[in-house]
């Protein structure tokens, strides 16, 4: 008995996925809790396990295809796949016997006047006609109905279409990449005007030099979500330099004995969500969230961390980081890190965050102006440190400089606000000795 391949539930606040590819064929076998094909959502991607032993028996939504909570993607059903092999001699038969049947039916309605029927002969044959108007080649072309339905619905003439089937058979396929060839082309087209003012059209370059490639649902999502914090957050941002010395010179000395102690390796980030949470605290609307005509103050910290992965930038949370010690914000961000590199982030990891710290500065970045992770109110950027001069104490000298960036929501914030938040956090990292006694 077939047992159906169901959309599982996906978590808190997200209702559908895009079937991102299948792990298994359609008469392949599986064995219980082997991944069948692969969901993406605009959090996570996660693999749909087969429930028990059998034969991937057919699959009902592709990939690329948008589904539901719940929805029937597939059915599986007893046996070992050894039948596998002989699928596809089955269904080129089949699309063998259609065109047959099909030819048999154009003969016996020769002479019919309707136009679907001249549509038909149309594109039964393709015809080179000379100067004079006399017929030179006529090519049969064999296909099934649903193809030529296909062809008919994106205008294509089946004649320029160089079949892949037995005995050049045009199939599905064949269609398809003609279809992608001709949204290439129309993409390219590039309207130039001419010395007698009409205009001229560029070629589609068929070189290879492009591919298109299908976006994933993580990276339309982070797409969609960039564009709606730029038009619905009054979004500025504020620059600050901090002088790395004292930290540097802290890591130093501390970081091997931390790692022995501790097993986590002593980085700049435990020093700087430190810092952060301290500044919190200090200025509660930082840490917020505008509801309608409501600001809602949250006297927690769970502050996300941005992650760059192949598939663009995620946002993992250290939940109650106010709670953790240098050891365990370091041996949880780098978890954190793992996972989204693996791929294997849970919904829960990226659930909520009160606010986010991203450091451009492992690329190399010495400035730059972080987008809003709504509806958080700031997210705080850090950059490449870089030795520059400097003044002190009235004279000039080479220190490790980092440049830091605040972007904050101006609807929430004032600029003096922000700024003397992002003086709280300089001040604090360039005296490390300073967040022992926050705590």
Do not use: C
Not at 181 to 197: C, K, L, M, N, S
């Amino acid at each position: 008995m077939a047992l159906e391949i169901h959309v599982p539930e996906l978590g808190e606040s997200v209702a559908d996925a895009t079937v991102g590819r299948w792990l298994k064929q359609e008469g392949e076998a599986v064995k219980s809790g082997e991944p069948l094909v692969e969901l993406e959502t605009d959090k996570i991607n996660f693999e749909v396990e087969a429930e028990q032993d059998g034969v991937l028996e057919s699959i009902a939504k592709g990939e690329g295809e948008t589904v539901n909570v719940g929805e029937v993607i597939g059915t599986l059903g007893e046996g070992d796949g050894s039948e596998a092999p002989a699928a596809e001699p089955e269904e080129e038969e089949e699309e063998e016997a259609e065109a047959s049947e099909e030819e048999d039916q154009a003969e016996a309605e020769t002479g019919a006047e309707s136009a679907e029927d001249e549509a038909e002969a149309e594109e039964e044959e393709v015809v080179e006609v000379e100067p004079d108007g006399h017929r030179e080649v006529e090519v049969e072309v064999r296909a099934s109905p649903s193809v030529r339905k296909l062809a008919r619905e994106y205008d294509i003439d089946l004649a320029e279409v160089s079949g892949s089937g037995s005995g050049g058979r045009v199939t599905r396929d064949d269609v398809e990449r003609l279809i992608r060839e001709h949204d290439r082309t129309a993409a390219r087209e590039v309207e130039q005007p001419e010395e007698d003012g009409r205009r001229k059209e560029r070629p589609a370059a068929e070189d290879g030099r492009e591919e298109r490639v299908r976006l994933s649902r993580r990276r339309l999502t982070i797409a969609q979500r960039l564009v709606e914090s730029q038009q619905n957050a009054a979004m500025l941002t504020t620059f600050n330099e901090a002088d790395m010395s004292a930290v540097m010179e802290l890591r130093r000395r501390r970081k091997d004995a931390f790692q022995e102690r501790t097993g986590a390796r002593l980085g700049f980030m435990s020093f700087f969500t430190k810092a952060s949470i301290a500044a919190l605290k200090a200025f509660p609307k930082v840490n917020a969230e505008l509801q309608g005509n409501e600001l809602v103050l949250k006297k927690y910290y769970d502050i996300g961390v941005a992650v760059s992965t192949d598939e663009g930038l995620v946002v993992p949370v250290v939940r109650d980081a106010d709670h953790k010690s240098f050891a365990e914000i370091e041996q949880t961000v780098a978890d954190l890190a793992t996972k989204a590199r693996d791929g294997k982030l849970t919904l829960e990891d990226l659930r909520g965050g009160t606010f986010t710290i991203t450091n451009g500065g492992i690329f190399g970045s010495l400035v730059s102006t972080p987008i809003l992770t709504l509806p958080q109110v700031a997210i705080l950027g850090m950059h490449k440190i870089q030795d520059r001069p400097v003044g002190i104490d009235g004279e000039v000298q080479i220190r490790p400089m980092m440049y830091l960036a605040l972007s904050y929501d101006h609807r929430v914030i004032d600029g003096a606000e922000a700024v003397s938040f992002l003086v709280r956090i300089k001040e604090m990292v360039e005296d490390p000795g300073s967040l022992l006694l926050e705590g």
